[in-house]
C-alpha cells in the first residue's frame, strides 16, 4: 500500500468547513436541532405511538450529531495546543453550551428510563438496530434520579469534577522538565522526557524520572487535594445519591460487565505477579545487574534504539493491516488521506495519544506524538486500530458505533500485535529478535499489569479518601501497590510513592484503565485464533468490530466464542505471555 504521509499536524475542516466562522452558524442549528426534540416533550407517555417514537429517535439521533461535531471541534482544537487562551476558552464554551443542551435533552431518556418494562419492549422491539442502546439507557434506570436533580448534577459538573480535571490538564499539560544529556541541557515536554525512560544510560534513566517526580512533586499537595476532591464527588453522587454498591460498579455497568467479571480479571493479574516478576529478572541479566531498579524496567538492551522516520512508520503500519485485510488497510489510510492525523511533536500540545471517532459520516481523528522510536511506530498502529474499528462500525448510529469500553482496545491491541509480529518474522538477527520481544514484553506489562494495578490503587484510594485519609496514607498505599508488583524482582526508591498523582486517567475516568488489561488479554486470545485458523478467523474478527456499540460486549464475546467469565480465559493470555517469556529467555540464554 502506498500513500502520502507527510501528516505532522491535522486539519479540522471536515468539522466546520467555515472554520470558527462558522462555530455561530452551527450553534443556531444546534439550537434548532434541540427545538426539535423538545417539541416531542408534550407528547411523551406510556401511549406514544411506535412511529412517533421513531420519529423522536430519529431527531435526538441528528441533535447528538451536531453536538458530538461542535464538541469534537472545541476538544481537538484544544488538544493542539493546550496552552492557547483562544482554544481554551473555545472549549470551556462549547461544554457549558453542551451541557445546556444536555439538560434540555434530558427528559428524553428520563422518560425511557421511566417506562415499564412492558410499555419499553413495545419501541425497543420496533428500534432495530437501536434496540440496545435503548435497553442500555434502562439499565441505569435504578441509578437515575429525578430530572431537576439531574440537571443539577449536570450543570455542577461543568464547574465542578469537570472543572477539577480541566485545571488538573492545564498545570500538568504546562509542566516543563529540565534534563541533561550528553552534556546538553534540555528543556522538555512531558512527552519529550518519556523518550529517555528507554535511553540506555541507566544515569540518565534515573535523572528522568527524578526529574519527572521533582516538577510534579512541586504540586503534589495541590494534585493531591484535587485527586481528593474528584474522589469524594464520584463517592457522594454515585454512590450516596444514585445508590451504587461502590465506586468501581459504576464504572462496571457503564461498561455492561458484570461485578465478577472485573474481580476475576483483576484478580488473576494479580495471581500473575510472578510471571511479571521473572520477566524483571531476566532482563537484570541480559543488562548484567544483579536487580533492576524501577528506573531500569524499560531500559533498552542496545545502545541505540532503530529509530523510524514518519514516512516509514506509517508504511510499516498500513501494510501490516493490508496483509492482513485490505479493507482494514484501506480504513487505516483514510485517516492519513483526509489530513485527520497529527503526529507532531510540539510545545504546548496533549500529551501522549488517542483516536477520536466523532461521528459515523466522519473519518476519526488521531492524534500522537511521534518521536520515531519502535514503541512511537507501535502507538501509530495502536491509534490507527482505534480508527479502523469506528469506521468498520460506521453503519450504525452516532448513538450507538462507538465501542463499549471492555472491547474499545480490540482493533487498537491487534493492530499493535500485527505490527510487531511484523517485525518478528523478518527479523532474522537473534538480537533484534530479542529487544522486539523486550519492546512487546514492555509494553504488555504496560499494557496488563501496570493497568491492572492502577485499578487496584483506585479501589484502596477510593475506600480510604471516603474514610478520611491523608494524601500521604495514599503514597504509602501506592508504595504497597508497586511492592506487590514488583516483589524482589526489582528496587522501588521512595519518590514513586507519589507516581498516582502523575496518572491523568484516575482523574478524569476513574476505574477505567482496567479495560486496557482486559482488552490486551482478549486480543491475545483472538490472536491465537487468528494465528491457528489464519484466513477464516478474518470475517469473524472484522464483524465482531463492526458490532461497534450496538451489542452488548458479553453477547458479542459470546458470538466469538470467548468465555470471560471463566478464570481460565484470563488464564490463557497470561499463558500466551509466558511463552513470549519463555522464548525471551532461550534467546538471551544462548547469546553471548
Known sequence: MTTTTHHTHWSLEDLLPGGPEELETALTALEAGLQQVEAFRPRLSADLAVDEFLDLLQVHENLVEQAHILGAFAFLTYA???????????????????????????????????????????????????????????????FTLSEPEEKIINLKDVTGSEGLVRIYEILTNGFQFKLKVDGELKTLTRDGLTQYYRHPSADVRAATYQELYRVYGEYKNVLAQIYAFLVRDWYSEQVKLRGYTSPISVRNLSNDLPDAVVDTLLDACRQNTGLYQRYFQLKARALGMDRLRRYDIYAPLTRAEQTYDFDAAARLVLDSFEKFSARVGRAAARVLEQDHLDAEVRSGKRGGAFSYSVAPSLTPWVLVNFNGRIRDVTTLAHELGH??????????????????????????????????????????????????????????????????????????????????????????????NLAEQFGEAVELSEEYAWEWTTIPHIYHSPFYTYAYSFGQLLVLALYQQYLNEGEPFVPRYLKLLSYGGSAAPMTILSEAGLDVVSPAFWQGGFDVLRSRVDHLEKIIGGSK
Open 80 to 142: 493542539e495546543d493546550t496552552q492557547n487562551p483562544a482554544a481554551l476558552s473555545l472549549r470551556d464554551r462549547i461544554d457549558q453550551i453542551l451541557a445546556e443542551v444536555e439538560n434540555r435533552a434530558l427528559f428524553v431518556s428520563l422518560w425511557i428510563k421511566s417506562l415499564s418494562d412492558d410499555d419499553a419492549q413495545r419501541y425497543v422491539g420496533a428500534a432495530g438496530d437501536l434496540s440496545y442502546y435503548i435497553e442500555s439507557l434502562r439499565r441505569f434506570k435504578p
Open 387 to 480: 480508527a479502523v474499528h469506528g469506521i468498520l462500525a460506521s453503519k450504525h448510529s452516532v448513538l450507538n458505533f462507538d465501542a463499549p469500553l471492555p472491547l474499545a482496545e480490540t482493533a487498537s491491541v491487534f493492530g499493535e500485535m500485527l505490527v510487531t509480529d511484523r517485525l518478528l518474522e523478518t527479523e532474522t538477527d537473534p538480537a533484534v529478535q530479542r529487544d522486539l520481544l523486550l519492546t512487546i514484553l514492555d509494553d504488555s506489562y504496560a499494557t496488563v499489569q501496570r493497568q491492572a494495578y492502577f485499578s487496584v490503587f483506585e479501589r484502596t484510594a477510593h475506600d480510604r479518601i471516603a474514610g478520611g485519609c491523608t494524601s500521604e496514607d495514599l503514597a504509602r498505599d501506592y508504595l504497597e
